[in-house]
């Protein structure tokens, strides 16, 4: 089974700190993406990593994806408390046609 | 532009019932995938078509789940005798589903409850 696990599950910090999420699997992916969910709403797509060992920045989010494609990590700055939601990972399984969510990271940025 | 709609946006139901869920995508795009979350649980992949086609259906939990669209447009997933453990949010999305970048846009999901 392809999975691709998150870490932390949980994170609750201060405005101002910085954190990083991680998001692994034993499987290659030919490309990552990584969105937001808010209560209530579908998810919504920050930003998507095809090439190994990519960096991408979204204003205070640096996304990166893993040298072999198999992991990739989103880092904020200076959290803030409208960064606030569920953050998943997702990718296509190799030789499928199933398009699979990671375990999820829930953050909760206190002001 | 219009997002991706869906109907009901909340579903209360009886076990042993049959419920049917629509996703109406956002026009032109030709991808369209259902999707299923539990309640504090990350997006649990059912399906996705292509145009009219779904070329992998092993995602649907059980055989009591089916689904089918229609002229590239709108979707229905079907649950038939459903039980409890079926309540959950449904979500859909669309796209173009030009590989690898695959952008889905997601619309605000059907919740459904059976008692």
């Known amino acids: 089974t392809q999975l691709l696990e998150q870490s932390p599950q949980f994170l609750s910090i201060q405005e101002g700190e910085n954190l990083t999420v991680y998001c692994n699997s034993s499987?290659?992916?030919?490309?990552l993406q990584w969105y937001r969910q808010e209560p209530g709403e579908g998810p919504v797509l920050l930003v998507t990593?095809?090439?190994?060992?990519e960096v991408k920045k979204l204003k205070r989010l640096t996304f990166q994806f893993g040298d072999a494609r198999k992991d990739s990590s989103l880092h904020i700055t200076a959290a803030q408390p409208g960064d606030t939601g569920l953050y998943l990972c997702?990718?296509?399984?190799?030789?499928?046609?199933?398009?699979?969510f990671g375990t999820g990271t829930r953050l909760k940025v206190l002001a | 532009g219009a997002g991706v709609s869906q109907s009901p946006s909340n579903k209360v139901t009886e076990k042993g019932k049959d419920v049917e869920l629509r996703c109406d995508p956002i026009?032109?795009?030709?991808?369209l995938y259902w999707y299923r979350q539990s309640l504090g649980q990350g997006l649990e992949f059912l399906i996705y078509?292509?145009?009219?086609?779904?070329?992998?259906k092993s995602g649907l939990p059980s055989d009591r789940f089916s689904a089918e669209r229609t002229g590239g447009s709108v979707s229905t997933l079907t649950i038939q005798r459903t039980q409890q453990e079926d309540s959950a949010v449904y979500l859909c999305?669309?796209?173009?589903?030009?590989?690898?970048?695959?952008?889905?846009?997601f619309g605000p999901g059907t919740r459904l409850t059976v008692l």
């Open positions: 499987s290659v992916f030919s490309s």
């Open positions: 078509f292509q145009g009219n086609s779904a070329p992998d």
């Open positions: 990593v095809v090439t190994g060992g």
């Open positions: 999305a669309s796209g173009i589903n030009l590989r690898p970048y695959n952008e889905q846009f």
């Open positions: 997702a990718g296509w399984t190799s030789g499928t046609y199933k398009y699979i």
């Open positions: 026009s032109g795009h030709t991808a």
